[in-house]
């Protein structure tokens, strides 16, 4: 079974720019998460979902993130407009019933 | 304050010998769960094991078992027989909450382990 996939895996873009961010979870898990990683603040989570529904956006850092989830199979992460202190690396998870939460590999942010 | 706290920056272990990673945890929830995850350089995160706050015994997963002393409210990863692939970012999380309510996992700064031939 395939796992959480996320695209782009790296994403190399100049400040200012629009960047968006993808996921698609597990088949028939019903939460997604959004984290990101950076060595500074380690693991954050930014969002996260249940059934398409946002629950839990406090982590989102300003009004230029933002994240949707229009089906159970698709997720996106944007910002707009990226900045430099954005560069970090964004995992996407997904979990069945809350329990144990399976990552993506990771998109690899690099703003210019 | 610290909620998850991994006080471990960097280990070392012998090949095939046990190696424990240390987590304390901070909550007045009598209701929660513990993770680990392993990180290696390649990045990704991959799920160990599981204890839930209630949990009567503590759990193992093949070479990884979790002690856990709620009274102390310590959750430490024992891995046995260390191999060469178990170097890697280590990171304990807590969620806090009957697993119904919220899905939010609090992690820890991790521990890099490395493991010696």
């Known amino acids: 079974d395939a796992g959480v996939i996320q695209s782009p895996r790296h994403e190399v873009t100049e400040m200012g720019q629009e960047v968006t961010l993808r996921c698609k979870p597990i088949s028939g898990h019903d939460y997604l998460f959004w984290y990101r990683q950076t060595m500074m603040r380690g693991l954050e989570l930014l969002i996260y979902f249940n059934n398409n529904v946002p629950i839990d956006d406090s982590g989102m850092p300003e009004d230029r993130f933002s994240a949707k989830m229009p089906n159970a199979s698709f997720s996106t992460l944007k910002i707009q407009p990226s900045e430099p202190r954005d560069s970090a690396v964004y995992f996407c998870?997904?979990?069945?019933?809350?329990?144990?939460?399976?990552f993506g590999p990771g998109t690899r942010l690099t703003v210019l | 304050a610290q909620k998850i706290t991994q006080t471990q920056p960097g280990m070392f272990v012998q090949e095939k010998e046990a190696v424990t990673l240390d987590c304390t945890y901070d909550t007045s929830d009598p209701s929660y769960g513990l993770f680990w995850y392993k990180q290696p350089s390649s990045g990704e995160m991959i799920f160990l094991i599981y204890?839930?706050?209630?949990?009567?015994q503590n759990a193992t997963e093949g070479r990884y078992s979790l002690n856990f002393q709620k009274a102390r409210k310590s959750a430490n990863l024992v891995i046995s027989a260390s191999q060469l692939g178990d170097s890697a970012m280590y990171f304990c999380?807590?969620?806090?909450?009957?697993?119904?309510?919220?899905?939010?996992?609090?992690f820890g700064q991790g521990t890099t382990l490395q493991v010696k031939p």
């Open positions: 998870a997904s979990s069945l019933a809350n329990r144990e939460q399976f």
């Open positions: 999380a807590m969620r806090e909450g009957r697993s119904s309510n919220t899905g939010k996992l609090i």
């Open positions: 204890q839930g706050s209630y949990d009567q």
